[in-house]
């Protein structure tokens, strides 16, 4: 990942953002896969394999560059064992492991919303063949 320049106004961005503990909090799980492999390691260690067929329509690349910005981000540990072949483990931080309730709560929320939505919709759709 490319550094950003410290005379941008990116830059500035960022570290004025960063001040809220919500946006600070929402940029470390921000990502189209975080969340995703937050929710896989919440069951214990995998390996990168493991990860890679639980989440088939990811690549291997941005699985990757994934698990480098959760690691960053102290939500992933990962561990490096020294036989041949290599085998390298993910697992989530104490501080990834206390996601898991808010994980959970996310779901609850999300599936609320969803049928919410899903009933506007389907009203709307009625008054529009109704009419």
């Not at 206390?98 to 759709?125: F, V």
Request: charged share 30%.
């Amino acid at each position: 990942m490319s550094k950003i320049k410290e005379t941008s106004t990116n830059f500035e961005n960022k570290i004025f953002l960063n001040e809220c503990d919500q946006i600070f909090a929402a940029s470390l799980i921000a990502g189209q896969w975080t969340l995703v492999i937050c929710c896989h390691l919440t069951t214990g260690k995998l390996r990168f394999g493991e990860l890679k067929k639980r989440i088939p329509t990811i690549t291997e690349r941005m699985l990757t560059l994934q698990l480098r910005k959760m690691e960053e981000g102290d939500l992933v540990k990962r561990t490096v064992y020294a036989e041949v072949p290599p085998r390298v483990e993910y697992e989530l931080t104490k501080s990834g492991q206390e996601l898991s309730p808010i994980l959970k709560q996310l779901g609850e929320w999300g599936k609320n919303h969803r049928k919410t939505r899903n009933a506007e919709k389907s009203c709307t759709t009625h008054k529009v063949l109704a009419q």
